[in-house]
């Protein structure tokens, strides 16, 4: 049973539409999700299982700015915005009126998926390097009322604490049980993004992005679809940020500033446009960098001299380098991003060890 | 009354000093459609240049300032070269990002070679505010916008009288069309970018000495969209324009709304101006409107 296809032998539309295309690709599901659910958990310290956290969080994030950007060509510089708005709608349930943190979860995302959408409206008139900056614009004035409006804020420094998640009575206090949460998340998430775009929907989604003009000849209710794909796309964004303020216990806006919103969009760019699986790489690949970046300058100044300040300031500004080269980088030399080369990889096994 | 008089007159003056930010923005997209997410950055590396120039090397104005323009100029070439060439007849998105990739390089960049710390970029201007009719004007805020006049005039005849701002025009029109009647399409491209350089260059030194130069100083990129929005993406009298309405709002609104809600009005008004032009006039007040085909 372990083989993959070497060609396409593809008979009916149910087989081309299938999640799983040949065999292997079931155990290999199989084994990514014993990896996560027990591998991960069980081999490591606290130390690396709140780097999956981290990492789990923004894979909600990355598939979510994917399914806009990516598919249905819709740039959004907003998605911090949009998570904040998840992050803080959780607090304020969780904080003041006592709501269990699976409300606070579904609430944030709820909240978050209609303010997408409101600021989505323009889309239906403008399009590409003008929508982007109306989300900019989305981003400068959701960040301005969460700091403004103390009813939001909480007055001091933005900042609300958010009661420890409980789940059925257990609390979710420790990194190991917080991954758990966040992996449900994060794999009902890649799941559902999956099947939606292998759905009416998502093809819907991809002739817009492909040409909207042609799209909405050919029948494709544009402004609807669009609307949805901010909805839908907020969502993922207050869903994470929900996630991120119970992961942290606390909500501050300094979690979700533009910053975060150019970090979304390098993950799906650096992970691979239009692609679920190029989001996930994308999400571990920039959630890792500074932390490989940190040991990379730790261990090459140690042969040098003792950690100083001086280090760290060159390491933030090494940090801000580094991003934007591997933005570009990737932009001009792998359009598609990791995903592409997973596909590399993947197409050279697959008749191997046969040239072809 | 005479509040809100003072509050109108520095605003229009600071809205000058946008419009000189905004005006190598609509140059670049202008000639070659790329969106410049890292303008404000570019001005933070002119500004950079310029005090590192002034008063780490300590050179003399006369010197320091040619340098630091010509340095501009260069960085503008190389960066069309390295960067924006291979991306030509890629996505918007691919574009923007690349600038935006740019924004975080030249953010790390600059602290690393000249240190963090806030610079100074002293010029030969009074520091005491000149009393008009009754009112308070720094005279740096003239001399900025005086400058901005000075690249408005030299631009607009520049477009529309010589050989090259003709051609960039056609560039800007139509690539393949201006291709094919013989113009250099690669040598307008990095003519551009130079003199994109170049501006901000100015732009760095004017903002810089109004702000101090620090990695803040790239924040003044942020005003740039509202006010290229307003004034349409692609046309240098708007972006004039664009800057004097965003400079008087923002300034008049925070200076009536501000007591209220505990500052934060000048980061925020702008985008909302923006919003709603997007929604009423997607190409702004001078942009040229595209009608689109399959």
Known sequence: MIYRECGVFKTSYAADMALYRAPLAKFAVAAVAVFCAVIVPLGTNDHLLSLANLVGIAVVGAIGLNILTGFTGQISIGHGAFMAVGGYTAAILSARYGMPFWVGLIAGGALAAVVGAGFGMPSLRIKGLYLAIATLAAQFIIEWAINHITWISGGVQSTIYVPRPTLGGVPLNSELRKYYMIL????????????????????????????????????????????????????????????????????????????????????????????????????????????????????????????????????????????????????????????????????????????? | MEFFLELLVNGLLVGMMYALVALSFVLIYKATSVINFAQGELVMFGGFIAAAMLTHYGLPLAIALPAALGLMISFGFT??????????????????????????????????????????????????????????????????????????????????????????RAVADDQQAAMSMGIKVGSIFALTWGIAGLVSAIGGVIWGNFLGVDTHLALVGLKVFPVVILGGLDSVLGAILGGLIVGAVENVSAGFIDPYVGGGTKDFIPYVLMIITLMIRPSGFFGREIIERV
């Open chain 1, 184 to 356: 449900a998340v994060a794999a009902a998430g890649y799941v559902f993004a999956m099947n939606l775009v292998r759905s009416r929907v998502g093809r819907a989604f991809m002739a817009i992005r492909d040409r909207d003009v042609a799209a909405e000849i050919i029948g494709v209710n544009i402004f609807a679809y669009k609307l949805l794909a901010f909805a839908i796309s907020s969502f993922y964004a207050g869903v994470a940020g929900a996630l991120f303020t119970y992961y942290l216990e606390i909500a501050n806006y300094e979690q979700f500033t533009i910053t975060v919103s150019v970090q979304y969009l390098a993950m799906i760019i650096i992970g691979g446009l239009g692609s679920v699986l190029g989001s996930v790489f994308g999400a571990i690949f920039i959630t890792l960098l500074p932390i490989v970046l940190r040991w990379v300058v730790e261990g090459i100044w140690g042969l040098f001299a003792p950690p100083t300040s001086a280090m760290l300031d060159v390491l933030a500004n090494l940090r801000l380098i580094v991003f934007g080269g591997l933005v570009i980088f990737f932009l001009i030399l792998e359009p598609d991003g990791l995903y592409r080369l997973w596909r590399h990889v993947k197409d050279y096994f697959r008749v191997w060890p046969f040239a072809y």
């Open chain 2, 79 to 168: 960066l069309e070269r390295g960067m924006l060439r291979p991306l030509i007849g890629r996505p918007v998105i691919a574009i923007i990002m690349a600038t935006v990739g740019l924004a975080s390089i030249l953010r790390g960049l600059a602290p690393m070679i000249w240190g963090a710390a806030t610079k100074d970029v002293p010029l030969p201007l009074p520091v005491r505010p000149l009393v008009l009719f009754d009112l308070f004007i720094s005279p740096l805020n003239l001399a900025a916008a005086a400058a901005s006049l000075v690249f408005l005039a030299g631009f607009g005849y520049f477009f529309k009288k010589t050989r090259t701002g003709i051609a960039m």
